[in-house]
């Protein structure tokens, strides 16, 4: 089990970017997959971006996301992040971190075990 501390939410005006932080606790975080997903207001959680375990050579990023949001890690600060550009206000949601031991990086909310708290992020129009 991995406990995950996500940071760096807020709010920002469309087209602005942020930069989303993941702070995870265990000698063994090298070993998982992590994930972003999001709920926004009345909506199903949704995947948004999920990286491997290891070195994080795949990814795997939601349609809606792909060219603007970009996942990376660093094992050595047990840490995942998210870097969001071009932010639109349908990016508005909670964001949450979540990992997972898997031989692949799975889309499905269900597949993640361990979560963090979530951090809310809103994009003004």
């Known amino acids: 089990q991995v406990q995950l501390v996500e940071s760096g939410g807020g709010q920002v005006q469309a087209g602005g970017s942020l930069r989303l932080s993941c702070a995870a606790s265990?000698?063994?975080?090298?070993?998982?997959?992590m994930a972003w997903l999001r709920q926004a207001p009345g909506k199903e959680r949704e995947f948004v971006v999920g990286?491997?375990?290891?070195?994080?050579?795949?990814?795997r990023y939601a349609d809606s996301v792909k060219g603007r949001f970009t996942v990376s890690r660093d094992n050595a600060k047990n840490t995942v992040y998210l870097q969001m550009n071009s932010l639109k206000a349908e990016d508005t949601a909670v964001y949450y971190c979540?990992?997972?031991?898997?031989?692949?990086?799975?889309?499905?909310?269900?597949?993640?075990?361990?979560w963090g708290q979530g951090t809310q992020v809103t994009v003004s129009s």
């Open positions: 979540a990992a997972a031991i898997l031989p692949y990086v799975s889309i499905v909310a269900g597949a993640y075990r361990d």
């Open positions: 990286i491997d375990d290891g070195s994080g050579t795949n990814t």
């Open positions: 265990g000698r063994t975080f090298s070993s998982y997959n």
